[in-house]
């Protein structure tokens, strides 16, 4: 039995005998089982290792942002407050849910051999909750990287201010030093 070509385009979907390479409808690429399978492995792969480690670094400052301001394991300790340990950890579980969700998707094509768009309409809330929560944390500290000017203190010096507490990041422009 030949291999079926399945066109990548999201209205199309034709299917053609043989391998072909472009869509006699669309003419986006088309595919083989036998490449979805090839491309699931990459896929698969990137799920492991965002979910690894991202999950061990969670494991690891799951004590100190659970625990805001008190010293943890040998006087290590999270200096913001208990919302900012919130929001950090919730960024952390949604990228770790992000890899879970590459995982499952790369499984499903390396067993089927065609990739599922309802598996990645799964993927595309997960991946924007992640977008908007690493953008309103950034907005939170004070920094935007989309073009927002950036505070200085009396000194000059850059910094980025949070919104919900005392917390300062400096910025050392060109002096590679920490303050």
Aim: charged content about 15%.
């Amino acid at each position: 039995m030949p291999a079926a070509s399945i066109c990548h385009a999201p209205a199309c979907g034709h299917r053609a005998a043989g391998q072909v390479r472009a869509c006699p409808r669309y003419g986006s690429r088309m595919c083989t089982p036998s490449t979805e399978r090839r491309l699931g492995l990459p896929m698969l792969l990137c799920g492991v290792f965002l979910t690894g480690f991202v999950g061990v670094i969670t494991f690891n400052l799951a004590p100190m942002l659970l625990h805001p301001g008190q010293d943890v394991y040998g006087g290590r300790r999270f200096t913001g407050d208990a919302d900012q340990a919130r929001t950090v950890l919730q960024i952390f579980w949604l990228v770790i849910a992000v890899g879970a969700a590459a995982m499952a998707a790369g499984t499903w094509q390396m067993v089927t051999g065609r990739r599922d768009h309802l598996v990645m309409l799964g993927v595309l809330p997960l991946a924007a909750a992640l977008f908007l929560a690493a953008r309103g944390t950034m907005t939170s500290l004070g920094w935007n990287p989309f073009g927002a000017k950036a505070c200085s203190n009396e000194k000059g010096a850059p910094v980025a201010r949070s919104a919900s507490s005392n917390l300062v990041l400096r910025i050392n422009a060109g002096s590679g030093g920490h303050e």
